[in-house]
């Protein structure tokens, strides 16, 4: 039987793991990741002699690659379903709702169990008394160093970041209203890392962070862990594709437009964006984001989120036109530059590390 060379067939697949740097992607492998449903199955075509033709659909040799890629980051089956499904690979929309909601879940579960905790240990009641356990456990929180801590892009004083962190967890993990008032709502804008952005510009754009910043507070209705747990299992499946490419954008374009920005002003936290650039090196994160863009559509939020998933359209076009600047010769490099001033030779130098080193391609790589 004469195959057809487009077709992929099981060496295809191989093949292309192995040149994408999986040199130990064996057919076993192959088979364990089609068992968990996350590579599809292939469908019999034929016989070559006695031997059965198998072939697999389009693109299953980027959905395996980039699958390896993020197996990098995480082995959980649920949450490495949702990633690629937000990336666009064809994966059913049933079981990526149950594994979205599974890990939600499992969250809040994992919350719960820790307030449950500490409430023991402080002899509290977990409920009368959950504002105190709430404020212990922030405290806790607040004060952790190392790989897990809450990130400290801006320096706060110790009990105004416990506080912060106190009413954020009411805010996301337990889904209520905390009592602050606007100087505690912009200590939480300094502990996210993101007040710079009611100061500085990107370009000629107007600071993108405006209003009050109480206005945190009403994300508790849409953008908790309960809220999105709610909204995972009622939204409807066109819901859920309709927010699969905003949320695809936030996911995978955002980072990239983030650290094209530290790359272009040297400055990692620039306008406060500093903690969207590792959102694609997380694949948890893209649960999160599903969610969060369901949860948006259902409120007064959404029109900002759609405005910044259009701007963000471009840049896979733009980081493709500054790809170009790798082709040129340093001669001609150096010729284009010789009119400017060192500020803007050093901006290209940092954009070329930057292209070279990976960080603007989105979702995890080597260089991340």
């Known amino acids: 039987m004469a195959v057809d060379p487009r077709v992929l067939q099981r060496d295809d697949l191989l093949r292309a793991a192995v040149s994408a740097g999986f040199g130990t992607m064996t057919e076993r492998r192959l088979e364990d ?5 996350l590579m599809p199955r292939p469908v019999r075509v034929g016989n070559d002699g006695r031997r ?13 690659v980039r699958l390896l890629r993020w197996r990098e980051h995480t082995t959980d089956v649920d949450v490495l379903r949702v990633v690629l499904w937000t990336e666009g690979f064809p994966l059913a929309l049933d079981a990526v709702r149950a594994s979205a909601t ?25 409920v ?8 212990a456990v922030a405290k806790t929180v607040a004060a952790k160093r190392g790989k897990n801590a809450v990130p400290r892009p801006i320096r706060v004083p110790a009990g105004e970041r416990a506080t912060a962190v106190a009413h954020l967890l009411q805010i996301f993990a337990l889904g209520t209203h905390p009592d602050m008032t606007e100087a505690d709502a912009e200590t939480i804008e300094k502990v996210l890392g993101v007040s710079p952005g009611r100061r500085q510009r990107v370009e000629d754009t107007d600071p993108w962070l405006t209003g009050p910043a109480r ?13 999105l747990a709610d909204v995972l299992t009622t939204a409807t499946d066109s819901d859920w594709e309709e927010a699969r490419p905003p949320a695809a954008a936030l996911f995978l374009q955002l980072p990239v437009f983030t650290r094209a920005v530290a790359a272009m002003t ?60 790798l082709d040129l010769p340093q001669h001609v490099l150096d010729h284009h530059l010789a009119g400017h001033g060192p500020e803007m030779r050093d901006r ?18 080597p260089a991340r």
């Open 128 to 135: 009368a008394e959950r504002d105190t356990v709430v404020s």
């Open 52 to 64: 059965p033709v198998w072939t697999y659909p389009a693109g299953s040799d980027q959905q395996l």
């Open 215 to 227: 206005a945190i507070g009403g994300a508790a209705d849409f953008v908790s862990l309960p809220r």
């Open 102 to 126: 599974a890990v939600l879940d499992a969250w809040m579960h994992e919350w719960e169990r820790g307030f449950q905790a500490e409430a023991f240990r402080l002899g509290l009641d977990p």
């Open 33 to 37: 990741l089609r068992r968990d449903g």
């Open 348 to 365: 290209t130098q940092r954009i070329i590390q930057a292209l070279l080193d990976g960080e603007l391609d989105p979702g995890p790589g």
């Open 266 to 325: 040297g400055k990692e936290n620039f306008a406060g964006m500093g903690g969207h650039a590792a959102l694609d090196s997380e694949p948890l994160m893209a649960v999160f984001l599903v969610a969060f863009v369901l949860g948006a559509r259902r409120s007064d939020w959404f029109g900002n989120v759609e405005d910044l998933t259009a701007s963000l359209a471009r840049w896979p076009a733009l980081v493709g036109e500054m790809k170009q600047v």
